[in-house]
């Protein structure tokens, strides 16, 4: 137990500060900023359980993200239930939507399944709005607060320890798939199928697992972040910003490895509550020059720092260790 | 439909005012995909932000209205030569440092690009839809029985003629040779003392200078906002696919067939489906006809 | 050769792409525990053949019969698992892994656990001559090497036949030389093997049976000997100077 907690000494660090950090902070904002680093996090986890270790890149994943928060928030409105329920019907749902995007992923490589995932997520945010007998178009639906656990009507702290839990299981999700027969076998498909194939491993099998493993993560963090934002809007919760932004937090943390989503998100999330709080006075419109900093961000980060935060973290250990 | 009921002129009127829109509209798609077509089957390169080129032009033919009253035609020849300086540009900056990486790198660096224009335009320019309506959009043309707007034959026109003349410049120009052949061996082409760099630099411009030309024929027929390029962008990738990779024949036909299955869906089915449209028929080319009609080069293997 | 029943059949197989016949009613008996020798000019349908076999593309007509069971159209992963292996001509290493973690994914065909592969992985890295590089990653390795590491990667699924795609391509004398030990090695350890080569010197000395395709069609089988004086054989591959060159 010691020898694993040494050797991911970064993620005791960064989970160990957030577990403790409720018990030091009180102010309200500090700790809603990392409610929100460790969601975005758990996000881009997600993201790259598919896209950085099943080597399946996908720029649709804010697809499972609303149908996680649409789920949760029509299951409170429209039917008086719990949002936990809505919790596990989105996940059921995001398989389903997972599994096929999972079918496109062996019909299509690279850039043609990136395309087509974006695709998916514009059919679905279209759908959305238009059905507004069921889903409240495009006005979005409002999620009522209603306090206790079972309505997920939490605190400050509360939100803490649950944004915490869920980024710990796709943390440990991860790991999983860099230590487990599962994750050696879905990194020979990552790095060629054909080779993996020829040695007995069921590439669509695994491609499709991790696509709905992936799918099913993202929902369950799209329904905690529709009773913790309190609104759920189409445009936003399908939006290929957003998917684009599940993607940003991995690749500059690191895209390969199980710290690197959580540090790109600390980085990115930081930036953009620091930001919004400098300007506070900013409309939708100025939201926009966070994004121009973000795409001009992957254009740099992915041409000149590859391997993330994380590689460069890396590489400094073992300079260290040489020296 | 009973089949033995002979088409009477009702029908034919209706068949006709359809064939009509098909035509204008898939001329404008052609002037879209033909760049698109162009960067893909010789670069190699799937670019994501190709439509936000597009939507660039058609703010371009707004702002050009509204402070200069300057009409879309007149100004498509001015974005020309201004979006092949963009392409220029962006190519130097941007696509000549992964053109020989990964997948991922690729689409990544231009899902960066796409999120920054489209953000560059909503700070600059707000999310606000805009419009640009010049003297003959409500100027109606008739003939026999079909009705269409004066604003759509136009650039029906222009669209077609320019890339007939992209046409005409890939088959009798030297560079155009150069182009097409580097477009079938990369390798051999290098081999052949064909400097690969500036055929990518030309290439991309060109298709810029296309696509941006395109958006601002197209700004009065459509919304003018930020994202308005997503939903082009896709539908350019299914003619693309259809027509086979950096066939500019293919293109055109392709472009036919697409503007059909439009024309004929928002007929009957309303023309909210319009929106979807796009997204859905792209999954569907790609996972049924990813060879494209004429069997070529597949766009699943993507053969980089 | 025996009356054992033979470990792979292949019963008039055929394989088209469009108009092209790469492969034409091809029919084999591999024997267990022999080496068969596959020659023939490039492009006649040599490594179609394994691809046919090996399940990634299916046969117009014909099947393929390994271990008495019918493989034919089954994917290339259910063939790896009922035990017949083979390695790709270009080599396909996945280069951002470790060597041992490459031979590691082999290792876990057969295995179900991380620890128990690692340590099958280490013996065949051991066997193979690659214990010097096991920690590199496989991207770094000279092609020498690559080649090692495809032949290990094969071995380490525990095939009952193997079948190797030109592994001797490209390898220095001394490189060559060490592929063959090792491939004679495996063999007397009991391993079954398809062997397509293009350096006959290798070739004579290691298969006991060779099948010259031409075309797609098999145009000889025998002894090594016996097909060096084939007319046909030295007429569409070997050449007079070949000939020549043995007597």
């Not at chain 1, 490589?109 to 945010?125: C, D, E, H, R, W």
């Not at chain 2, 630099?201 to 906002?225: E, H, Q």
């Not at chain 3, 590691?104 to 620890?115: D, E, F, N, Q």
Request: aromatic share 10%.
């Amino acid at each position: 137990m010691s020898a694993l907690l040494r050797a991911r000494r970064g993620a005791v660090v960064v989970f160990g500060l957030a577990a403790l950090t409720p018990l030091v902070v009180r102010d309200a904002y500090f700790l809603d900023s990392l409610v929100l680093i460790l969601l975005w996090g758990a996000l881009s986890a997600a993201w790259n359980v598919a896209g950085g270790y099943a080597g399946q890149v996908s720029i649709g994943h804010a697809s499972f993200f609303g149908i996680g928060a649409y789920s949760a928030a029509l299951m409170v409105t429209r039917f008086g239930r719990g949002p936990w329920l809505g919790l596990l019907v989105g996940v059921v749902l995001s398989i389903g939507a997972g599994l096929i995007i999972g079918v496109l992923s062996n019909r299509l490589k690279g850039p043609y399944f990136a395309l087509s995932t974006i695709a998916f997520s514009q059919v679905l945010l279209i759908g959305v709005s238009r059905w507004r007998g069921f889903t409240a178009g495009a006005e979005g639906i409002p999620v009522p607060f209603r306090p206790g656990f079972a309505t997920l009507g939490l605190g400050h702290t509360g939100w803490v320890y649950m944004a915490l839990s869920v980024a710990l299981v796709c943390y440990a999700v991860e790991v999983y798939l860099e230590r487990s027969r599962v994750g050696y076998q879905l990194a020979g498909v990552r790095e060629d199928e054909d080779a993996a194939e020829a040695l007995g491993i069921h590439t669509r099998k695994l491609k499709v697992g991790a696509v709905a493993l992936s799918a099913a993560l993202t929902s369950i963090c799209g329904s905690l972040w529709a009773q913790y934002v309190g609104f759920v809007d189409p445009t936003y919760v399908f939006s290929v910003d957003l998917s684009v932004r599940f993607a940003l937090n991995a690749i500059i943390g690191g895209m390969g490895t199980a710290l690197g989503p959580f540090l790109g998100s600390i980085l990115i999330t930081s930036l953009e509550t620091y930001l919004r709080a400098t300007f506070s006075n900013w409309d939708a419109r100025f939201a926009g020059i966070y994004l121009v900093i973000y795409g001009t961000a992957l254009i740099l980060v992915v041409r000149f720092v590859p391997e993330g935060l994380a590689g460069i973290a890396a590489r400094i250990r073992m300079r260290k260790a040489h020296a | 439909m009973d089949p033995a009921r002979r088409l009477g002129p009702a029908q034919i009127d209706v068949l006709a005012q359809l064939a009509v829109a098909t035509v204008l509209l898939g001329g404008i798609y052609a002037l879209i995909s033909v760049g698109l077509t162009l960067i893909f089957g010789i670069m190699r390169v799937v670019n994501f932000a190709h439509g936000e080129f597009l939507m660039l032009g058609m703010y371009l033919a707004f702002w050009a209205f509204v402070v200069f009253t300057a009409d879309p035609y007149f100004v498509v020849f001015v974005a020309i030569p201004l979006f092949f300086v963009v392409g220029l540009v962006v190519y130097g900056l941007v696509m000549r440092g992964v053109i020989h990486a990964s997948h991922n790198v690729q689409i990544f660096t231009t899902v960066g690009l796409s999120t920054v224009l489209q953000n560059v335009a909503l700070v600059a320019w707000s999310g606000d839809f805009r419009f640009v309506r010049p003297w003959h959009l409500s100027t109606v043309l008739r003939a026999g029985s079909t009705i269409f707007n004066l604003t759509q034959v136009v650039a029906s026109l222009i669209a077609v003629a320019l890339t007939l003349a992209l046409v005409a410049f890939m088959k009798w120009t030297h560079a155009g040779r150069v182009m097409r052949a580097t477009a079938q061996d990369r390798e051999a082409a290098t081999l052949m003392g064909i400097d690969t760099d500036r055929v990518y630099r030309l290439t991309f411009a060109i298709g810029i200078a296309a696509v941006g030309a395109a958006g601002v024929l197209v700004a009065p027929l459509y919304s003018v906002y930020p994202t308005a390029g997503l939903q082009f962008v896709l539908l350019s990738y299914v003619v693309v696919v259809l027509g086979g990779l950096g066939d500019m024949l293919g293109a055109m036909i392709g472009s036919l067939i697409v503007a059909a299955v439009e024309v004929a869906g928002s007929y009957f089915f309303g023309v909210a489906w319009k929106e979807i449209f796009y997204f859905i028929l792209f999954i569907l080319v790609l996972v049924f006809r990813p060879a494209g009609l004429f069997g070529q080069r597949g766009a699943e293997t993507l053969g980089v | 050769m025996s009356d054992t029943a033979p470990i792979l059949d292949l019963d008039c197989v055929t394989k088209r792409f469009g108009g092209l016949t790469a492969v034409s009613g091809v029919s084999l008996r591999v024997a267990a525990g022999e080496i068969l020798g596959i020659i023939g000019p490039n492009g006649a349908g040599k490594t179609t053949l394994f691809n046919v076999i090996s399940g990634y593309y299916r046969p117009e007509s014909g099947r393929i019969l390994f271990a008495g069971a019918d493989v034919t159209g089954q994917p290339p992963h259910a063939i790896c698992r009922l035990g017949l292996t083979r390695t790709f001509q270009l080599v396909k290493p996945f280069g951002n892994l470790s060597v041992i973690d490459n031979v590691m994914i082999g290792a876990l065909t057969r295995l179900p656990t991380v620890s128990s592969a690692r340590l099958e992985a280490e013996r065949v890295v051991e066997m193979c001559g690659l214990a010097a590089h096991a920690g590199g990653h496989a991207r770094t390795l000279p092609i020498g090497l690559r080649k090692r590491l495809e032949v290990a990667r094969a071995l380490a699924t525990r095939p009952r036949l193997l079948l190797l795609d030109e592994v001797m391509a490209g390898l220095n004398p001394t490189e060559l030389a060490g592929i063959v030990e090792l491939i004679r090695r495996l063999h007397a350890d009991g391993l079954t093997l398809i062997v397509i080569e293009h350096i006959m010197a290798a070739m004579m000395r290691l298969a006991q049976r060779i099948v010259v395709l031409h075309h797609g069609e098999a145009i000889a089988e025998g002894a090594p000997a016996a097909i060096t004086q084939d007319r046909r054989v030295v007429d569409a591959y070997l050449g007079e100077e070949f000939v020549l060159a043995q007597a």
